[in-house]
């Protein structure tokens, strides 16, 4: 790579990084969690407090979901392993948005996309009503990370936006952000 490669990558980066609030990438264990949401309560500490409420909702769930459910695993401590993943929350005007991403196991990957896309056709109400008929199938019946899913379009109030990009022939890696409105 040339240096006019690392100007561009700089000058793109300090562009993309003008609104980002906070970014992550690694092991998504209970102190990272922990310390990741002490961090927001304090970036969040002059925002309106229904905006952090659902902002840290937010986290709470997808983070959960990147711990329990990422494809990529690292041990941490104890023989405990955690899933890896990505996050990062930006700010904007009049909106937030957080962006988490985690390796997928491409046999999840399409029922996955499924559930959101169905989640998305759903206004209020519907989305509530189906999350109480979620809750009342047995765990083991229900599917990764699903009633976190209708909870995050509840509390966000936008339809999730998801992303997904073949890694091999195993996994993908899927991202979802959501908006939360100021």
């Known amino acids: 790579m040339n240096n006019e490669n690392y100007t561009n990558l700089y000058e793109q980066l300090n562009l993309f990084n003008k609104n980002i609030k906070i970014s992550y990438k690694g092991p998504f264990d209970e102190r990272i969690l922990s310390s990741i949401g002490n961090y927001i309560e304090v970036i969040l500490g002059n925002v309106e407090v229904n905006a952090s409420r659902k902002l840290f909702k937010i986290f709470i769930e997808l983070a959960q979901n990147i711990a329990y459910y990422s494809a990529e695993k690292k041990e941490i401590y104890a023989s405990k392993e955690f899933g890896l993943g990505t996050m990062v929350i930006s700010e904007y005007e009049k909106c937030f948005t957080f962006v988490t991403g985690n390796a997928v196991k491409n ?14 056709t759903l ?36 339809p999730l936006d998801i992303e ?19």
């Open 107 to 120: 046999e999840s990957i399409i029922e996955l996309i499924e559930k959101c896309e169905f989640i998305n």
């Open 164 to 182: 997904v990009s073949p890694i091999d022939d195993d996994t993908s890696y899927f991202s979802i952000a959501v908006k939360i409105n100021k």
């Open 123 to 158: 206004d209020r109400e519907s989305l509530r009503k189906y999350k109480r008929e979620q809750r009342r199938i047995n765990p083991g019946e229900r599917g990764n990370a699903h009633i976190g899913l209708i909870q995050v379009a509840l509390t966000s109030a936008n």
